[in-house]
């Protein structure tokens, strides 16, 4: 079935089209509460849920099938172009690394990150990037980096950030976007030349919702998952203008959207309160992320 929760938006929006893309509430396994979720090479939607299982379903949504697990509970995934995915685990502290061509997992990072929630695969500096959530109700830092071969990494931007949570990049922009959950907001970290964090600034604030996760159309156009209300904001490439994009005020189609995928003009959500991924069409989109890093 498909549902029409277009507040006002087009022409983001092609005719307000959300769906279940995959109803995970019986599978084996099932979709138990995803957070992840990105476009694979293979072409087949990519999740996680909070048995910490890798599972990937089919472009059409016709199956399901389970590629590995972390026995923890699964936050952001990303993938390093046909290499490798990698994979935040709540539970381990730790981010995790499934080898793409003999689906071999193995724990990638060291203990250091509290939270680790979002991966961001910078390719041009060899380095993945990741969140750190740090604690519900304390700000801390903030963003670690790791070498993408040998997994070695430090703090990258050490200032406090509140709850920080999805990131992005954005084309022809050496900078760093991170969602502050809790600070309703958005923030911009300037990459420096020599590949260190710059000062950060507020790119949106007082958003309409408490942003999880990001990613960026092919105009420059933030669209931000909220996982309270259930809604999804588009932000102007200046961070001047945010609008609602679509709202479910039910929560059954988008239910607490947590991380957001382009794959052209179709964009996934995973449903942190839900068994399910959620398809929504869109007039603008943007290509997957891994072929950026292929």
Known sequence: MTYDFSTSEPPLLASGNARVFFDG?????????????????????????????????????????????????????????ERALFACDMHHAAVFRLDLRDRSLRRFTQPGIRIPNFPLVDAVRRRLLVSDSYARDEAGP????????????????AEPLRFANGLAMRSGDDSVYVCETF??????????????AGKATSFATDLPGLPDGIAFDTEGQLIVGCYEPSRL????????DVRVLIEDRTAHVLCHPTNVAF????????????????????????????????
């Open 25 to 81: 509430t019986f599978s084996k396994p099932k979709i138990s509460h995803p957070e992840g979720v990105a476009i694979g090479p293979d072409g087949w939607v990519w999740c996680g849920n909070q048995d910490g299982d890798i599972l990937r379903i089919a472009p059409d949504g016709s199956t399901m099938e389970q590629v590995a697990s972390t026995g923890g509970f699964l936050l952001g995934l990303a993938f390093e172009g």
């Open 233 to 240: 904001l588009r932000i102007a490439p200046d961070g001047s």
């Open 142 to 157: 903030g963003i670690w980096c790791y070498d993408l071969d040998s997994g070695v990494g430090a703090l990258w931007f």
């Open 263 to 294: 794959d052209g003009n179709a964009l996934y959500t995973a449903n942190l309160g839900r068994w399910h991924i959620t398809r929504i069409a869109l007039n603008i989109g943007n290509k997957p992320l891994w072929s950026e890093h292929a």
């Open 183 to 196: 600070a309703a907001a958005v923030s911009r970290i300037p990459i420096q030349p020599d590949g260190s």
